[in-house]
């Protein structure tokens, strides 16, 4: 939260602003095509009442079997899932943010080192897994359907 809070200047972008009071039950996801600095991909997984978070440079694996690096990043506000829009220049993440998948997940396991879940989406859907590697290095594998 503190992390979140801090980075942004709740007067001068348009990104909602955190709150804590969220159902905590919910398992959505959504995927913003974010045009900053370097163009990017955000994954965000609903889990516990926050959206855990990752940057994609190349995007979220499509095929089975395809892994793709992705960053983990600060924990962002339930509330975000539904962010699209411009962040002013000067603001942190300067730049275009749209929303380039969304949907729901179940979740099957996660723990501090690896998060696996179905997605249901319209352009994801299907068995992932996101594998912490070393600092903040995960991978976003698209698994094999058996
Ligand atoms: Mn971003």
Avoid: C
């Avoid at 955190?18 to 900053?36: E, I, L, S």
């Amino acid at each position: 939260m503190k992390t979140y809070q801090e980075k942004r200047h709740f007067d001068k972008t348009p990104e909602p602003p955190w709150r804590d009071d969220q159902d905590k039950g919910q398992h959505r996801f959504v995927v913003q095509k974010h045009q900053a600095a370097h163009l990017h991909y955000d994954f965000r997984l609903e889990i516990g009442g926050v959206l855990q978070s990752w940057a994609v440079p190349k995007g979220p694996p499509l095929k089975p079997g395809v892994r793709r690096l992705a960053i983990k990043v600060e924990d962002h506000p339930v509330d975000y899932i539904d962010f699209a829009g411009e962040i002013p220049q000067g603001e942190y993440g300067a730049g275009s943010v749209e929303i380039w998948d969304k949907g729901e997940f179940d979740l099957k396991r996660e723990s501090t080192d690896i998060v696996e879940f179905s997605l249901r989406g319209k352009k994801l859907s299907g068995s992932y897994a996101l594998i912490h590697t070393a600092d903040k290095n995960w991978l976003f594998i698209r698994r094999k359907e058996v």
